[in-house]
Nanobody, 124 residues
């Protein structure tokens, strides 16, 4: 059974930093693309960042480009999101997601496995 467990969320002041982590288990993920999505209250889930199977390709939403960095561990079953210069509009539940395929996708419907989410709150 595939499990994704996120950690690292919390409360931070605007301008601060947080690092989210996700550990995936239950199968081999070395050929899988992985990503982060977020959902704010009253809004739809939105794409944040994604990384290809090798870690060589990364993509970011325009809203986080230059502030967030996605990376994955050598074992390919861990995923991190370094978030700097946080803004109140970054407040959301952040979800780790994995595809069964190697290619990156911006669409949440194309991800097969999801974590339970971790809350990030940025105060002004």
């Amino acid at each position: 059974q595939v499990q994704l467990v996120e950690s690292g969320g919390g409360l931070v002041q605007a301008g601060g930093s947080l690092r989210l982590s996700c550990v995936a288990s239950g199968r081999t993920f070395s050929s899988s693309a992985m990503g982060w999505f977020r959902q704010a209250p009253g809004k739809e889930r939105e794409f944040v960042a994604a990384i290809g199977w090798s870690g060589g390709s990364t993509y970011y939403a325009d809203s986080v480009k230059g502030r967030f960095t996605i990376s994955r561990g050598n074992a390919k079953n861990t995923l991190d999101l370094q978030m700097n210069s946080l803004k109140p509009e970054d407040t959301a539940v952040y979800y780790c997601a994995v595809r069964r395929y190697y290619s990156i996708s911006y669409y949440s419907s194309e991800y097969d496995y999801w974590g339970q989410g971790t809350q990030v709150t940025v105060s002004s």
